[in-house]
Nanobody, 118 residues
Framework: VQLQASGGGLVQAGGSLRLSCVAS????????MGWFRQAPGKAREVVASIGRSAGSTYHADSVEGRFTISRDSAKKTVYLRMHSLKPEDTAVYYC????????????WGQGTQVTVSS
């Protein structure tokens, strides 16, 4: 499995962005998918995750109500819709996959920069 993230950019506070993560390989439907972010000088943190069943989602408290993770199995794509962006959301965003039988996320995309100006 390979992951290709896109959709980052520069946006003003209060604005919106949609990140996309396209997966290659045949196991997409079996993978738990997640979005993570890492700001300069800070540890990487989980932003959201979605189970094999699209009805099972998790969003970090810091983004709850503003960000929404979803997946389109036909397109092998996971999305992160981000609204009401804040300067503290500025980070490199990564998508990741947890392959079947894996305990941890073990496939990572290349990251896409999100910068929110005040």
């Amino acid at each position: 499995v390979q992951l290709q993230a896109s959709g980052g950019g520069l946006v003003q506070a209060g604005g919106s962005l949609r990140l996309s993560c396209v997966a290659s390989g045949r196991t997409f439907g079996s993978n738990v998918m997640g979005w993570f972010r890492q700001a300069p000088g800070k540890a990487r943190e989980v932003v959201a995750s979605i189970g094999r069943s699209a009805g099972s989602t998790y969003h970090a408290d810091s983004v709850e109500g503003r960000f929404t993770i979803s997946r389109d199995s036909a397109k092998k794509t996971v999305y992160l819709r981000m609204h009401s962006l804040k300067p503290e959301d500025t980070a490199v965003y990564y998508c990741a996959a947890k392959l079947p039988g894996s305990r941890d996320y073990n496939v990572w995309g290349q990251g896409t920069q999100v910068t929110v100006s005040s």
